[in-house]
């Protein structure tokens, strides 16, 4: 149950990706991240009590606020990154959150890297070297965003394992949505382009499909050990190449796959290793990181 539910998430991620590249780059990337989210609050209606009954210290919402300004950016670079590079180059770079969570986590937490963690971090790297082959061809404002969003996506993580330590994690979902509407509300005002009745509906699919793919997620883990349900979030890659293919016309380019196998590959082993060590786990699981 728990590859099935990790297979619907995938499947619920892949719509989110399909459905911003197909609405283009008429509305600004900073206004549709906005309107996602805008529309996207609905789903907070069955959270009003649980957000009543918090209990908010100062500290907490500096760390809310903190994780609210990260993630705003992220899904900015995010969603420019999605109107100017193919969808599996995305899918696979965005693979990179969770090793940069690890590098944060032996930073900034005191987390140890043994060498064979380092050697997965090594291996996770070469991987986008791969992806971008620097050198061989043009490395386009696209590439560089969502790398940055990747590392972004990564300091929000890193944030939330603070928030959870100290609240309901469903008041640490409400707020982050929260945090990144009002975020992004001044970007989007400054870009305001008048959106069809269209568009909106495809930004609210967005919504619904993230919120659906992050509750699969939960499902998932709930059901079986994320070292078993990992290796699964690679089809989320297939998807992307194939569905670029044939309704996008994206060339299906090998070295993204292969470096996209071999990140994953990466985040897997580690993952793996924490599990076997029984610590407690720091590296997340790919779907966590997505917008």
């Given at each position: ?58 500290k907490l919402l ?32 965005n693979y990179l ?195």
């Amino acid at each position: 149950m728990g590859i099935f539910w990790m297979l619907v998430t995938g499947l619920n991620f892949v719509a989110v990706t399909a459905l911003v590249k197909y609405l283009g780059g008429r509305i600004p990337p900073a206004e549709s991240a906005f309107l996602r989210y805008l529309l996207g609050l609905v789903f907070l209606i069955p959270m009003i009590g649980a957000l009543r009954q918090a209990k908010l210290t100062p500290k907490l919402l500096g760390l809310f606020a903190g994780r609210g300004v990260l993630h705003t950016l992220g899904v900015m670079l995010w969603f420019f990154s999605m109107t100017q590079i193919p969808l599996a180059e995305v899918t696979a770079m965005n693979y990179l959150a969770p090793v940069y969570v690890t590098i944060g986590a032996a930073v900034f937490l005191g987390e140890k890297l043994a060498l064979r963690r380092i050697a997965a971090i090594i291996a996770a790297l070469i991987g986008a070297l791969i992806i971008l082959r620097p050198g061989f061809r043009e490395i386009s404002h696209g590439h560089i965003a969502m790398l940055a969003a990747a590392v972004v996506f990564g300091g929000s993580y890193l944030l939330a394992k603070f928030t959870v330590d100290g609240t309901n994690p469903v008041v640490v979902v409400a707020m982050l949505s929260l945090w990144v509407t009002a975020g992004l509300a001044p970007f989007a005002a400054a870009v305001w382009v008048t959106p069809t009745l269209a568009e909106l509906g495809i930004l609210f699919a967005v919504a619904c499909f993230a919120t659906a793919g992050h509750y699969t997620m939960t499902l998932a883990f709930s059901a079986a050990p994320v070292a078993v349900t990992q290796p699964v979030t690679f089809l989320q890659l297939i998807w992307a190449t194939l569905l670029g293919a044939l309704v996008f016309d994206e060339a299906i380019d090998i070295w993204v796959v292969s470096g996209g196998a071999l990140i994953l590959g990466a985040i897997s082993f580690i993952t793996w290793r924490e599990a076997v060590l029984k610590r407690r786990a720091i590296t997340p699981p790919v779907p966590a990181t997505k917008v």
